[in-house]
């Protein structure tokens, strides 16, 4: 019984300080010092207001650096969060019917 008390109590413990903003950790467990930007986590803002589909899309790592790296630009400039998925969806909305007509243009041009 107090093998479980005390784990209880490190964890109560670990959740003030990542609170504190003393400790942050990572997905693999190692602890950041809450200056490291890297470390730093956010927390997750509520940005789509409707039913939502998640999809695991595997793209080039030139691809995902460039995406990544306007996002962080992005985040510094209107000083809130946008994420790598947030310019996909745009890009969707701005040029998915687009891209779909180039498609179905180059299929027909194939088969004709």
């Known amino acids: 019984m107090r093998e479980v008390q005390s784990q209880d109590e490190n964890i109560r413990a670990r959740g003030r ?25 956010m927390s997750r803002p509520i940005k789509l207001n409707c039913d939502t589909r998640s999809y695991n ?6 691809q995902w650096d460039t995406l990544s790296r306007k996002a962080d630009e992005l985040t510094r400039l209107t000083r809130k969060q946008v ?12 040029h998915g019917s687009d ?10 041009a194939q088969t004709y």
């Open 17 to 41: 300080a990542e609170v504190q903003g003393t400790q942050h950790l990572r997905d693999d467990g190692r602890g950041t010092r809450s200056g490291d930007i890297r470390g730093h986590k």
């Open 57 to 62: 899309l595997t793209m080039r790592q030139k």
């Open 83 to 94: 994420s790598v998925a947030d310019i996909i969806r745009l890009c969707i909305d701005m």
């Open 99 to 108: 891209v779909c007509d180039e498609i179905e243009r180059r299929y027909r």
